[in-house]
């Protein structure tokens, strides 16, 4: 089943808050020194959205469609796709190069060069063999790329299409206060990326 997509509502306010989160090991010694060892190989970021207002005439109804979502994956107790309007494009993105054995290739994005794995794609656009579309691929479950005949060696594998990131929410509590009749806002709204 395909997790439900976080709704796009009105009354978002700014900023928006995505925080890069590592997982360091970090050991002192008698010297003082201290070793530090990356548990990750790239982080999960931390969104944090407030809304001023949350509408809940029925023309709107956004308040009683945020507490539904928020209800509908049972709090933090189950995953949820988020569209990230700032990062949640690929364009001619390189995902592998073939060594004419492998088939099968992760999807990734890279943000300035930073490449991290893309698992819930929204929409491909394209998918080139060295720069030529092919349509002999199968989609796995979490972003995968699995070719009918393995990529010749050395041939550069690239991607177009949009992506969500699976998300799940930090809390299982969720505080809306209502300012007006028929207005209600959320101060803070935090949920963190998953590694899938």
Not at 72 to 93: C, I, K, W, Y
Not at 124 to 131: F, V
């Amino acid at each position: 089943m395909t997790p439900p997509i976080f709704p796009t509502l009105a009354g978002i306010s700014w900023p928006v808050k995505r925080t890069p989160i590592w997982n360091t090991l970090k050991q002192s010694m008698v010297s003082g020194a201290v070793t530090r060892v990356p548990l990750s190989s790239y982080p999960r970021y931390q969104y944090e959205l407030s809304f001023e207002f949350l509408r809940a005439a029925p023309l709107f109804e956004e308040w009683q469609q945020l507490d539904s979502f928020i209800n509908s994956v049972s709090g933090a107790g189950s995953m949820f796709l988020f569209n990230d309007p700032n990062d949640n494009t690929a364009s001619a993105q390189d995902f592998g190069l073939g060594d004419g054995v492998t088939t099968e290739f992760q999807l990734v994005r890279a943000l300035d060069g930073f490449v991290v794995p893309v698992f819930t794609p929204n929409v491909i656009t394209d998918i080139k063999i060295a720069g030529v579309s092919t349509a002999a691929y199968t989609l796995g479950n979490y972003g995968e790329i699995t070719f009918t005949t393995a990529p010749p060696s050395g041939e550069l594998l690239t991607w177009d299409g949009t992506f969500y990131w699976p998300c799940y929410f930090d809390d299982d509590s969720t505080e809306f206060s209502q300012f007006l009749y028929q207005f209600w806002e959320l101060k803070s709204l935090k949920f963190t990326t998953a590694k899938l």
